[in-house]
């Protein structure tokens, strides 16, 4: 559920209708609502309750300082996987004690920062990494509490470029060989261990490779303790998808979520950290652009939008569908026509959508794409110097930029041409 509505025909974000907005801030630009993101880590904390737990939002869906704000006064933690995410989630708020440091290739200025800033814990992905990690703080005349990430070789059975869990992925350490993994770790002067962490993929669908996984995580949490290590928390990573049309099966609910979790791992007294990013962002944010022209080519129409592939980048990328809507609903019984939406980018693949359904529209109409909170904003980029799209955060009947857009001269400016040129 969102709160992206129409209201006498004409779409809102919540209690503030899109056109308003459009001639405010120019288009294209991403409206997020307040209400939905309030409501999707609610749904997630309370599918925990009562066990204890952290949800740690992943940071890299949705970046934006004014978002983490909001979520970290709820009370979230933050998954971050870069420094650049740590600097936000401060820049937020958000105490070094509710952030988590993942990623496969964290470096030593990294790894020195967050420890000098404060961290909840490291997960770390590797034995060099492990080392790295202990050198530096021992450095600093400090521990690092770590869970290792390992890989439960599951299928999540998602689109191949965000499945992380199977044994040829890049990411953690094969789960068989953890235990040897985990005894260097004891041994290690700067590291702490605390618990283990897995995250198998995104956009999941299903709930049974999540389970796999977590059966495994909690045979894992009883050899190791049998080992005589201490594991007091188990992060269970990401990934529940979201449903991207209206018509496809339904992904399953946090709550069902929460409860296979209950039943799988709340028996070993752990507090349970999970780090949603696409469930709590991705239908809190949509993404309103402006139709240039329309275009009648050889036996489709083409749909000319000022928005493009480097302002959302999913559907060139992944495959993504994204829902197309106009912002100004049709009159009833308007028949829809087949377009294929289109940006204004120099590539074939700047395509989003086609042979599309839609009411007829016109240059100048808004169209709004559904979904587009997460992994939206955060992988847009000025090509083709197309100024990064700006972002508003609506809350009841307000509206306020959290991202300006920048100008063209900002841009150009950026670039400098060396004297001897
Ligand atoms: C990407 C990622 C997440 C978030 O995944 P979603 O599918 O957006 O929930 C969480 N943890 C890690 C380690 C990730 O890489």
């Not at 992943?58 to 704000?69: D, E, H, M, P, Q």
């Not at 967050?114 to 492990?130: D, K, M, T, W």
Request: proline share 7%; net charge negative; with cysteine.
């Amino acid at each position: 559920m969102d709160h992206f509505l129409y209201r006498g025909g004409s779409l809102h974000a919540e209690d503030v209708a899109l056109t308003d907005i459009a001639i405010s801030v120019g288009t294209p630009f991403y409206c997020y609502s307040a209400a939905t993101l309030t409501r999707h880590y609610n749904l997630f904390s309370e599918a925990l309750s009562p066990l204890p737990h952290l949800v740690c939002f992943a940071i890299k869906s949705l970046s934006n300082i004014a978002v983490l704000k909001l979520l970290g006064d709820l009370g979230a933690g933050m998954d971050v996987v870069s420094i650049g995410e740590y600097m936000r989630a401060k820049a937020a708020g958000v105490p070094g004690e509710r952030i988590v440091f993942s990623g496969v290739g964290k470096t030593r200025d990294e790894m020195r920062i967050a420890l000098h800033g404060g961290i909840r814990q490291f997960n770390v992905e590797s034995e060099p990494e492990l080392r790295a990690l202990s050198e530096v703080a021992t450095s600093l005349g400090k521990t690092a509490p770590i869970a290792i990430r390992v890989n439960p070789d599951v299928d999540a059975r998602t689109h191949a470029k965000i499945a992380t869990g199977k044994s040829e992925n890049k990411f953690g350490i094969p789960i068989a060989r953890a235990p040897q993994v985990y005894a260097e770790a004891a041994k290690l002067p700067g590291i702490q261990v605390v618990g283990i962490d897995v995250h198998i993929g995104s956009q999941l669908t299903d709930l049974e490779p999540f389970e796999q996984a977590f059966q495994k995580v909690a045979e894992l949490t009883m050899t190791l303790r049998a080992q005589g290590h201490t594991i007091t928390r188990l992060d269970l990573g990401g990934g529940l998808g979201i449903p991207y049309t209206r018509s496809n099966d339904a992904p399953p609910l946090p709550i069902d979520y929460g409860a296979m979790i209950k039943r799988t791992l709340g028996h070993l007294g752990c507090e349970i950290e999970i780090e949603p990013g696409r469930l709590i962002s991705g239908n809190s944010g949509i993404l309103v652009s402006r139709v240039i022209y329309t275009k009648n080519g050889e036996g489709r129409d083409f749909l000319i939008l000022d928005a493009a592939m480097n302002d959302l980048v999913r559907p060139s990328m992944y495959d993504a569908w994204h829902d197309i809507v106009p912002v100004i609903g049709p009159a009833p019984g308007v028949e829809t026509q087949p377009y294929d939406v289109v940006g204004p980018v120099c590539e074939t693949g700047d395509t989003f959508a086609k042979a599309r359904h839609l009411p007829p529209l016109a240059e100048g109409d808004l169209v709004a794409f559904r979904s587009a909170g997460a992994y939206g904003a955060v992988m847009a980029s000025e090509y083709n110097t197309r100024p990064l799209v700006p972002e508003v955060l609506v809350s009841q009947d307000h509206f306020a930029v959290i991202r300006a857009r920048p100008s063209v001269d900002e841009i150009l400016k950026r670039d400098s041409i060396p004297e001897w040129l």
